[in-house]
């Protein structure tokens, strides 16, 4: 199982929006409904940020949403702060595997 | 409160074993699927193995199956991950995470904070 495709990087300014692109083909993302989406500051577990595409767990905020189309989950970040600067993945239940994450991305807020 | 607590990392030879354990507080263990999820250092998140609540079903990566095996005892609420024959790329921080019913389906929703597997001669 290969992992999802990615950016490697993303940028913004604080209170702009920004959107990471997370690839994968019919048999993952294009399949199912459960694409996650999770947000790891360094040194730290990752946390979820996003589950089945584009519901959000108790306690994250609204200006993270996520949608899907085809073979290509996105994952948008509005009103852009100084503590998303972090790395962001995804992953998606797959037909082989239950699972693969994408490849990650790095955000920077400038 | 929900807590995991891995435990069992360490320094180990190529082809060696460890066991390593995830113990869970803060909620019904058995209705929860369970996986593990590595990091190797300066690496993106690799899915290694998940299990369901009742321990019935086990899943692997293509990377490790056939040297990890995952189980649980629900009742001491513990998962644990036993690796054998570990290679070098083996090396990694591993996680535990709570997932939903189904394996991969609605993600990890809670995680340990991680113990590091070092396999060098």
């Known amino acids: 199982q290969s992992a999802l495709t990615q950016p490697a990087s993303v940028s913004g300014s604080p209170g702009q929006s920004i959107t990471i692109s997370c690839t994968g083909t019919s048999s993952d993302v294009g399949a199912y409904n459960y694409v996650s989406w999770y947000r790891q500051h360094p040194g730290k577990a990752p946390k979820l940020m996003i589950y089945?595409?584009?519901n959000r767990p108790s306690g994250v905020p609204d200006r993270f949403s996520g949608s899907k189309s085809g073979n290509t989950a996105s994952l948008t970040i509005s009103g852009l702060q100084a503590e998303d600067e972090a790395d962001y993945y995804c992953?998606?239940?797959?037909?082989?595997?239950?699972?693969?994450f994408g490849t990650g991305t790095q955000v920077a807020v400038l | 409160e929900v807590q995991l607590l891995e435990s069992g990392g360490g320094l180990v030879q190529p082809g060696g074993s460890l066991r390593l354990s995830c113990a869970a507080s803060?909620?019904?263990?058995?209705?929860?699927?369970m996986s593990w999820v590595r990091q190797a250092p300066g690496k993106g998140l690799e899915w290694v193995s998940g299990i369901s609540g009742s321990g019935g079903s086990p899943y692997y990566a293509d990377s490790v199956r056939g040297r990890f095996i995952i189980s649980r005892d629900n009742s001491r609420n513990t998962l644990y991950l036993r690796m054998n024959s570990l290679r070098a790329e083996d090396t990694a921080v591993y996680y535990c995470?709570?997932?939903?019913?189904?394996?991969?389906?609605?993600?990890?929703?809670?995680w340990g904070q991680g113990t590091l597997v070092t396999v060098s001669s």
């Open positions: 803060g909620f019904t263990f058995s209705s929860y699927a």
């Open positions: 089945e595409v584009s």
């Open positions: 995470a709570r997932e939903g019913v189904i394996v991969g389906a609605t993600g990890g929703d809670y």
């Open positions: 992953s998606s239940y797959t037909s082989t595997s239950p699972s693969v």
